[in-house]
């Protein structure tokens, strides 16, 4: 049998990216320091007081949950903790994702809020599918989930969103907006995402040098429940083969991820802050909200989603 490489007893999780068998215990270990490390690395809860986890109900986020509540509980008991799930009314897949949900945080003893699309929005994601957003649901999709998830921390008081954002979803970006020399998307690829708006929250992302594979290990190692099923409407998606292939260039190139990762924070990305300029952001129009334009991103989706129901009423 192979041993942990740091106590000897019996191992349980293969670190791929460094090559090393580690047991239960001393990868829970290594899992929480780095955490840990990368929260104080990018000053991640520097000033903070209230804190929104974005939960949806998958390994990355479950695991986000259960680490940034001990941490907290532990090393900053000054700040407050409060979980957010949206429902986002998808058949098959958002109820279980809402259950889990209900079921960690009572576990962890978390506050949290559940936000329904259909009963508080009057719109489900899968009504998406009968509009011309359907080619791109998922964007439309991650569009509404950021704009809620800063809303509700917004009303909610929060000075931080956490999201369960992990190294394979960074690198996936980093690969696409390389590719195509996408500047102004590249420099929003970070750690923390500073604001001074006060409705527009602070962002961090504690676990982006975490693999996807080590937050399922955290989330089976710590006995937290996470949803078995991936959201059916995702299948096939351009997301998900980009994936695929960084996972073959990782099998080649041993540490390609981390790699990239590094080499965007503290090589580049220090250097296109300074010659990109931050976005100017006015109100938007209708819900008065941080927006690039008159009428922000979201409430245009809204209404395309609105005239495509008129005309097939
Ligand atoms: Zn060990
Ligand atoms: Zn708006």
Redesign the pocket.
Known sequence: MTS?K??G?PAAYFIEHSRIM??Q??FIKYYEKKVYNTIMKHGMLRGARKVAVAVSGGKDSMALLKVVSKLISEKFPEVELIAIHINLGIEGYSGECQEIVEKVCGKLGVDYIIHDLSSMEGYRISDLRSTPLRKRICGACGTVKRYMMNRLAYELGADRVATGHNLDDVVELLFEFYLKGSIENLVRVRPISRSDNPKLITKIKPLIELTEKENLYYALARGIPILDASCPLVEGSRMLRRKKLIGLIEHEISGFKHTLYKSHVKRILPRLEKVVAEPMLVECEVCGMPSLSSVCSYCRLISRLARSAESSS
């Open positions: 942990c740091l106590c007893g580690l047991c215990a001393c």
